[in-house]
């Protein structure tokens, strides 16, 4: 007679429980390779989406010549520094073309308390954009309007516990330490902006006459300042005068053209030496956010192929140990195959009785990897953040990392197929044997 499934469960049940200790290394095995395979790809994902959903209202990057990528991680993703700077007539110029609709200045140089400041103008918060242009968005406060106002991205609030109205100290130098203090000209916190997931959480934003405010004569204390000072005591104007406000040079420049079909032409007038511009001779370079980042991404590639491909190993390697450890214990259930087949179990049944053992074990490796996966997500997430600026969301599996799982759940049928195979000899040999 045949025997029925449910009673091939319940043995096979039974037969799982009495090897439970192999069973469960073995289980736990795939569940930490599953979690090493889904948290390299969550990270490579979200690297590539935070780092491509950085700028994205952005046509050109201009710059001193110094490479495309090198141009984009300094003045987009505060990675680095500038080999050199541009002239401020020379953005003025590009500003002044009539295919370009707007510009922002970028002057790098100072932070506080380890944070970059970035001197930019007030329409960085109207033309700068992030994820699918999306605009910045203000949690508390407002935009600076007057010298000596700053406002701060979302994670340097968390980090340093400042609330609007605190006032700051602007650092000369990009050190975490300094010695080199503007203490002289503290800084009134006016706004503070929503979290974003790209650099701007971790800047420190000026106007640029507040930047060249805080160098007119530092290093230098002349008669000028101490006059200064004594003004501010007696509650006098102490407005300086504009030009000398006006920088001489900025670190970059963010373009937007009025018109997409006109955005190789900016370009290519600004990289081939300035043609039609008064600031001629000036060496200046235009890239597109977007090419730089495939540049960038052709650079990380292999790294992160590798890295997959290891991960992947892992999954393969504790795959093979379920296998070896389903064959090692074929041995050892040789009187329990006998005693199915002398209830009634066919070989395919045996057969499938050892795949569906397989299977299921990898099942339940990948749901407890995908349980330690979240877990690491939950707990390491704002390590990763801080560390790297990479922001790790606690959200469902993507198509890719359902894929994934799909391939291992695939993978674990055919780890069942040899010992399955195995066992229907087996089966068959039993069954064979003369009983007497």
């Not at 110029?93 to 400041?117: C, N, Q, Y």
Request: aromatic share 8%.
């Amino acid at each position: 007679m045949s025997l029925n499934l449910k009673t091939l469960v319940r043995l096979s049940a039974r037969s799982l429980l009495n090897r439970r200790l192999t069973v469960f290394l073995s289980v736990l095995t795939i569940a930490f390779s599953v979690a090493l395979l889904l948290t390299v790809e969550r990270v490579r994902t979200e690297a590539r989406t935070s780092f491509n959903q950085t700028i994205s209202g952005t046509d050109l990057i201009v710059g001193a010549p110094s490479g495309d990528l090198q141009l984009l991680l300094y003045s987009v993703f505060q990675l680095g520094n500038a080999s050199a700077n541009m002239s401020w007539e020379a953005a003025q110029e590009i500003a002044a073309m009539p295919e370009v609709a707007w510009t922002l200045p970028l002057a790098l140089g100072d932070s506080h308390k380890g944070f970059r400041v970035m001197g930019t103008d007030a329409t960085y918060f109207d033309h700068y954009k992030y994820g699918r242009k999306q605009p910045l968005e203000f949690a508390s406060g407002k935009r600076f309007n007057q010298l000596y106002q700053a406002v701060i991205g979302a994670e340097v609030a968390q980090k340093l516990g400042y609330k609007v109205g605190d006032r700051m100290i602007i650092a000369h130098g990009m050190g975490k330490h300094s010695f080199k203090e503007h203490d002289d000209k503290p800084f009134t916190l006016v706004g503070i902006l929503e979290r974003t997931g790209t650099p701007v959480d971790r800047s420190v934003l000026a106007s640029l006459e507040s930047i060249e405010a805080i160098h007119v004569g530092w290093g230098k204390p002349a008669l000028g300042d101490i006059r200064t000072r004594f003004a501010e005591k007696q509650g006098k104007n102490t407005s300086l005068d504009r030009a000398q406000l006006q920088p001489k040079a900025i670190t970059a420049l963010l373009v937007g053209v009025k018109k997409k079909t006109q955005l190789f032409k900016v370009q290519r007038r600004i990289n081939e030496g300035g043609q039609g511009l008064k600031v001629i001779g000036e060496p200046l370079q235009a890239v597109m956010p977007a090419v730089a980042l495939q540049q960038l991404w052709k650079l990380v590639g292999v790294a992160e192929n590798a890295l997959l491909v290891v991960a992947g190993f892992v999954v393969i390697s504790g795959l093979v140990g379920l296998m070896s450890v389903i064959l090692t214990g074929l041995n050892e259930r040789r009187r329990e195959i006998a005693i199915l087949r002398a209830i009634g179990a066919r070989p395919m049944q045996v057969l499938l009785l050892l795949v569906a053992e397989a299977f299921i074990l990898t099942l339940l490796g990948l749901l407890i990897g995908a349980g330690v996966f979240y877990l690491l997500l939950l707990i390491a997430a704002p390590a990763i953040y801080d560390i790297w600026g990479i922001w790790l969301p606690v959200s469902g599996f993507s198509l890719t990392e359902l894929k994934l799982l799909c391939v291992i759940a695939v993978a674990g049928l055919l780890v069942g197929l040899w010992p399955g195979l195995r066992a229907y000899r087996i089966s068959l040999a039993e069954g064979l044997s003369v009983r007497l």
